[in-house]
């Protein structure tokens, strides 16, 4: 019988019970708790010169 060993999407790292209990913590989260990073993206390169971020 072939034990499968879980590891994580970027490599052969196999996870550790931290990430697992991330992943159930995160979804947990309320159905309205989270953003479109590309709308804060947006908003942040509208606002950065008062947030005083450089284009880098």
């Given at each position: 019988m ?8 970027f490599?052969?790292?196999s996870?550790s ?6 992943q159930?913590?995160a ?5 309205g708790?989270?953003a ?10 509208e606002?950065k010169?008062l947030?005083?971020a450089?284009d880098r």
């Open positions: 072939i034990e499968h060993i879980s590891t994580t999407p490599g052969r790292r996870l019970l931290a990430m697992v209990a991330g159930l913590v979804d947990s989260c309320a159905p708790a989270s479109n990073k590309w709308q804060v993206f947006r908003a942040v390169c606002a010169g947030l005083g450089s």
